[in-house]
């Protein structure tokens, strides 16, 4: 990957970008779109880098993966300063306890950590259950509640405090890549499109979208407002190249072998065949998967927004969904960059997206 690249993917998951506190990682998103295209933003937060096609009549196209990612927040502060929260977006009970946090409060960050009852001082039967997210608490060594409420407040909210870490080759890990991998790939996108000899034949939108781990909110809003003919949702998926993920059930996909390109109802079978047959043609390594329903992604609000839009996902593996320690293969983003560069290349006609 190229160095620029990578910085600007490592600052983009150290931002702390929560559902509905996403600007911090919206304004690296922001300026680092802002030399390759024209950049506005919207009420909800989403921000939208635009390139402009040779013709007015041009097909619309709108690529979109969301900045935010799962997290906490606080809801109250006990007597004795211990803080209790909220999940925002789904969290897994069992990995909480335990880790280091970061409360993002006014003046600033605030560090804490989730604490949990000695297993010393459990009975035998508790030992191996989960303690539920609305009994845990985060312990910001506050003495009592007026100490804690002075450096924090209820509603701020809060991330797990992981670094991004080169694992092995092109391998690494983060918090957050659900979907910030989705937004680097629209950005790198815009990038390579700015850096075209030749214009495209389409009007290309690039949209970092908000809220899509509470409700698909900010691709709900964001798709109103371009109003695309085509669009084309980046968004990770379950990597079942880990010991305890059923094949039978999620597909055959693995890190390093490609971006993912589902078919099902959700997607435009012409657009699929397009991004498939592109691959083919650049040797792109891609794997495919079977969502027969409606996905749980900007893709779904995307393909019924207005009068229809023709859909297509494209989907990076990605090992340990919503834990701290997601893990994904570089080459698998860079394939996902250049794969929607060259079939933006050869789109001309909306008409062509039109089922026959």
Same mark, same amino acid.
């Given at each position: 990957?190229?160095?620029?690249?990578?910085?600007?993917?490592?600052?983009?998951?150290?931002?702390?970008?929560? +559902?509905?506190?996403?600007?911090?990682?919206?304004?690296?998103?922001?300026?680092?779109?802002?030399?390759?295209?024209?950049? $506005?933003?919207?009420? @909800?937060? &989403?921000?939208?880098?635009?390139?402009?096609?040779?013709?007015?009549?041009?097909?619309?196209?709108?690529?979109?993966? /969301?900045?935010?990612?799962?997290?906490?927040?606080?809801?109250?502060?006990?007597?004795?300063?211990?803080?209790?929260?909220?999940?925002?977006?789904?969290?897994?009970? /069992?990995?909480?306890?335990?880790?280091?946090?970061?409360?993002?409060?006014?003046?600033?960050?605030?560090?804490?950590?989730?604490?949990?009852?000695?297993?010393?001082? @459990?009975?035998?039967?508790?030992?191996?259950? *989960?303690?539920?997210?609305?009994?845990?608490?985060?312990?910001?060594?506050?003495?009592?509640?007026?100490?804690?409420? +002075? =450096?924090?407040?209820?509603?701020? #909210?809060?991330?797990?405090?992981? !670094?991004?870490?080169?694992?092995?080759?092109?391998?690494?890990?983060?918090?957050?890549?659900?979907?910030?991998?989705?937004?680097?790939?629209?950005?790198?996108?815009? =990038?390579?499109? /700015?850096?075209? $000899? !030749?214009?495209?034949?389409?009007?290309?939108?690039?949209?970092?979208?908000?809220?899509?781990?509470?409700?698909?909110?900010?691709?709900?809003?964001?798709?109103? &407002?371009?109003?695309?003919?085509?669009?084309?949702?980046?968004?990770?998926?379950?990597?079942?190249?880990?010991?305890?993920? %059923?094949?039978?059930?999620?597909?055959? *996909?693995?890190?390093?072998?490609?971006?993912?390109?589902? =078919?099902?109802?959700?997607? &435009?079978?012409?657009?699929?065949?397009?991004?498939?047959?592109?691959?083919?043609? %650049?040797?792109?390594?891609?794997?495919?998967?079977?969502?027969?329903?409606? $996905?749980?992604?900007?893709? &779904?609000? @995307?393909?019924?927004?207005?009068?229809?839009?023709?859909?297509?996902?494209?989907?990076?593996?990605?090992?340990? @969904? /919503?834990? #701290?320690? %997601?893990?994904?293969?570089?080459?698998?983003?860079?394939?996902?960059?250049?794969?929607?560069?060259?079939?933006?290349? =050869?789109?001309?006609?909306?008409?062509?997206?039109?089922?026959?």
């Amino acid at each position: 990957m190229r160095e620029e690249s990578l910085e600007f993917l490592q600052e983009l998951l150290k931002a702390p970008s929560p +559902s509905g506190y996403e600007q911090p990682a919206q304004r690296v998103f922001r300026s680092y779109i802002e030399p390759f295209s024209t950049v $506005t933003t919207d009420v @909800m937060g &989403n921000v939208y880098g635009h390139i402009q096609a040779v013709s007015d009549s041009a097909p619309r196209v709108m690529l979109v993966g /969301h900045s935010d990612e799962i997290g906490l927040q606080i809801r109250y502060v006990d007597d004795k300063g211990f803080i209790y929260f909220s999940a925002i977006g789904g969290v897994d009970a /069992h990995l909480t306890a335990g880790l280091i946090v970061n409360i993002h409060a006014k003046q600033g960050t605030v560090r804490g950590v989730i604490g949990k009852k000695p297993i010393h001082l @459990m009975e035998p039967k508790d030992r191996d259950s *989960v303690v539920k997210l609305d009994a845990q608490y985060i312990d910001i060594g506050a003495s009592d509640r007026k100490e804690a409420e +002075s =450096r924090v407040r209820v509603g701020d #909210p809060i991330t797990f405090s992981t !670094e991004f870490s080169t694992l092995h080759g092109s391998r690494v890990t983060a918090r957050g890549f659900d979907d910030k991998a989705g937004s680097f790939v629209v950005a790198e996108v815009l =990038r390579q499109v /700015h850096a075209l $000899t !030749e214009k495209l034949s389409c009007d290309l939108y690039g949209v970092s979208s908000v809220q899509e781990e509470i409700g698909l909110r900010g691709g709900t809003t964001s798709c109103y &407002n371009v109003k695309p003919d085509i669009g084309i949702c980046v968004e990770v998926d379950f990597a079942t190249d880990q010991p305890d993920v %059923e094949r039978k059930h999620n597909g055959d *996909v693995a890190l390093g072998k490609g971006p993912i390109l589902p =078919r099902g109802a959700n997607i &435009n079978h012409a657009l699929f065949e397009l991004l498939a047959d592109t691959a083919e043609k %650049e040797g792109i390594p891609v794997q495919f998967t079977g969502i027969a329903r409606a $996905t749980g992604t900007d893709a &779904n609000v @995307m393909q019924i927004s207005r009068g229809g839009v023709a859909t297509a996902l494209v989907k990076i593996p990605l090992r340990y @969904m /919503h834990t #701290p320690v %997601e893990v994904l293969d570089l080459t698998d983003l860079d394939a996902a960059v250049r794969l929607i560069t060259a079939t933006l290349k =050869r789109i001309s006609d909306k008409k062509e997206f039109v089922p026959q």
